[in-house]
């Protein structure tokens, strides 16, 4: 672990992290997954990185070359796009939220719409 606040892995270190958390599910010409593993990286480096010399802002980077959300873009509550994200907060964030939002911290039974995570 770095010596800050988060861990600061590579987009190659989350995309291996996530194949080994769904391996059941996870085939290599499974495009729709590798696709919303983007979107969940995209979403954690914007939310975590340290600053453009960081592996994290990297990541942003090699992320939104795929992925490029418009203003009311969000991560749909439940989906498994929302699942890759928690699941990579978890890991390198360590961060299991305790039930709330990441975002607005309201527990996620009384969500805001206001938040990007639904």
């Given at each position: 672990m770095i010596d800050t606040k988060y861990q600061d892995p590579t987009c190659e270190d989350m995309i291996e992290y996530l194949k080994e958390q769904n391996k059941?599910?996870?085939?290599?010409?499974?495009?729709?997954l590798e696709d919303e593993s983007i979107v969940a990286i995209y979403y954690?480096?914007?939310?975590?990185?340290?600053?453009?010399?960081?592996?994290?802002?990297?990541?942003?980077c090699q992320a939104g070359n795929s992925y490029s959300p418009g203003l009311s873009?969000?991560?749909?509550?439940?989906?498994?796009?929302?699942d890759l994200?928690?699941?990579?907060?978890y890991q390198y964030a360590g961060d299991d939220f305790g039930g709330s939002?990441?975002?607005?911290?309201?527990?996620?039974?009384?969500?805001?719409?206001?938040?990007h995570i639904q």
């Open positions: 059941g599910l996870w085939t290599e010409s499974d495009e729709a954690f480096a914007s939310h975590y990185h340290g600053g453009q010399w960081s592996n994290l802002y990297s990541a942003l873009d969000e991560i749909g509550h439940g989906s498994s796009c929302d994200y928690r699941d990579l907060v939002c990441p975002d607005c911290l309201n527990p996620m039974d009384d969500h805001s719409r206001d938040c």
